[in-house]
């Protein structure tokens, strides 16, 4: 009971707080992480120890599998040179960069633990890309490329982390120990989670009950991790293959139902553990600076170089990761020279979150023969990189995005698109009613014809603008009316006892059901 209370509190204020940044208008990340601050120093307030194997094992991969699933595949193809430049090439550059620095601040130290924390503080973290990059509303493909870098660069960093902490603690690390170590990580991570898509797809495809569906989704990401980790592969990098191919197949192997099921579900499970991990994040501050015993000077010193290496090596990357590769013909016909707004928005996004600072947990206690080293100065500096990357940049993104006036994907083009191919699907349909008209009534029959007419009719009727109010619009509108006054017939039947609990729940459902169709076309 007493263990279970800080969790049950936990996610209370989490939940409190993502009501509060709705509310303001801000970012809940960064409103959650804040505070988690100023909590972390209310007396008497449930003080919490973070776990790195929970957060690496237990917290990220849900996280990671559901980014996945919704990750466009084909748009990840598209944009896989930018993608790796960034998950691949900029977290080594920054790890390195990150690592000398440090070195020459404090040269007592081995370069391989001071690359360690460069491992820990390079990669940007998926939970915050994601959060913050859908709520800013920046271009499709910018929120492509830094959800796909942010899927990817886990997996670099912990690969580097691992290999820079095998040399710190004294294991012999030659050029052949870290390719093999790589070549373990990375292709072993690709192995299994084709091979976890493989057989949780089939799996999926001889399911038919959602409720089996939706606990088979939540044992996935954790299975698919747990086996690679048993033989040292990549759980990141096998977690995000297996999400990436099942979601590009869910519509083969989940039925309407369980897409239905699974996808709130993992609405609710997304949004329960990002406002627990940003809250976590922020209640750390006491337990970091416990046990910091620097010098204030010196340490006021050597966090901003930190802070100041970790802000400036992303940009210094991405211009030439951006405009150098168009020097390559082949790649200057498939993608033409971007304005240098994008490379600007792309580095103002590199906030960091709970992965650093369960990485930065995770350093080794000691170095070599048991040589202590100033632990808890890297986490302090791993804290205050997350700290400053996701309040500072994280809350000046929308404003950066507002005044660069990135251009926006065009609502007139997606509403074609979509109509013309709507066109092609009501063809088909129409096509297959024709083939079967004559096995149903005529009466349905014509009213299949006129729900189809409908349907097409209200893909066209977008391109109309949002100037007057659609036949759609005022259908949605009056047919929510009608819904709202069945349901209060509905219940005074109930509670006057004509019809049993079990009718009006039936009736609920199947209200509540056309009513959440009504206000995805409201949305759209």
């Known amino acids: 009971m007493e263990s ?48 790195p194997e929970l957060v690496l094992v237990g917290i990220l991969p849900p996280l990671l599998y559901v980014a996945a699933l919704e990750t466009s595949v084909p748009a990840f193809k598209n944009n896989i040179r930018p993608i790796l430049l960034l998950a691949v090439g900029l977290v080594l550059f920054t790890a390195f960069v990150v690592g000398f620095v440090l070195h020459l601040l404090l040269p007592q130290l081995p370069f391989a633990i001071c690359l360690a924390l460069g491992a820990v503080v390079a990669p940007p973290d998926a939970v915050a890309a994601t959060a913050v990059a859908r709520r800013v509303g920046l ?7 830094l959800e796909g870098e942010s899927l990817i660069n886990d997996a670099t960093a912990l690969v580097l982390l691992r290999v820079a902490t095998l040399a710190t603690i004294g294991s012999a690390v030659g050029t052949a120990e870290v390719a093999v170590e790589v070549l373990r990580a990375t292709g072993g991570g690709i192995l299994i989670g084709a091979l976890g898509a493989l057989v949780f797809g089939f799996v999926h495809r001889r399911i038919s009950d959602p409720l089996l569906d939706n606990a088979l989704s939540l044992i996935i990401p954790f299975a698919v991790v747990f086996t690679a980790e048993h033989v040292h592969a990549s759980g990141v990098v096998a977690v995000v293959v297996t999400g990436l191919v099942l979601g590009h197949k869910l519509p083969q192997l989940l039925s309407a139902a369980s897409r239905l099921q699974v996808g709130a579900f993992w609405r609710l499970v997304r949004f329960v553990l990002e406002g627990l991990v940003f809250l976590l994040v922020g209640l750390q501050l006491r337990e970091v600076l416990r046990d910091l015993d620097e010098p204030f000077g010196s340490l006021v010193l050597i966090t901003f170089a930190v802070l100041a290496t970790v802000f400036l090596t992303r940009f210094i990357w991405l211009f030439p990761a951006t405009y150098l590769a168009r020097l390559v013909p082949r790649v200057r016909r498939r993608d033409a020279r971007p304005s240098p707004k994008f490379p600007i928005i792309i580095g103002w996004a590199g906030m960091r979150g709970v992965v650093t600072l369960a990485a930065a947990l995770a350093l080794p206690l000691t170095l070599a023969d048991d040589k202590p080293y100033p632990r808890a100065l890297f986490i302090w500096l791993a804290f205050a990189v997350i700290v400053f990357t996701l309040v500072g940049q994280g809350a000046t993104l929308p404003l950066v995005a507002r005044r660069l006036t990135l251009p926006q994907d065009d609502p007139v083009q997606d509403a074609l698109s979509a109509a013309g191919v709507q066109q092609q699907a009501s063809r088909a349909a129409q096509e297959r009613l024709d083939e079967l008209a004559d096995s149903a009534p005529e009466a349905v029959v014509d009213r299949l014809r006129r729900a189809l007419e409908d349907r097409t009719n209200m893909a066209w009727e977008r391109l109309g603008g949002t100037e ?20 209060d017939v509905f219940r005074a039947a109930r509670d006057s006892g004509r019809i049993p609990e079990e009718v009006l729940v039936q009736a609920y459902r199947d209200l509540d059901l056309e009513e959440s169709l009504l206000r995805q076309e409201v949305e759209k």
């Open 4 to 51: 279970l209370f800080p969790v049950v509190v936990f996610l209370a204020i989490a939940t409190l707080g993502a009501a509060l940044a709705r509310r303001l208008g801000l970012l809940a990340p960064i409103v959650l992480v804040v505070l988690g601050l100023a909590l972390s120093y209310v007396p008497g307030f449930p003080q919490v120890e973070l776990d």
């Open 139 to 145: 271009p499709r493909r910018v929120v492509t490329i």
């Open 468 to 487: 007057r109010e659609t036949p759609s619009q005022a259908y949605g509108r009056l047919r929510q009316e009608m819904i709202d006054a069945e349901r």
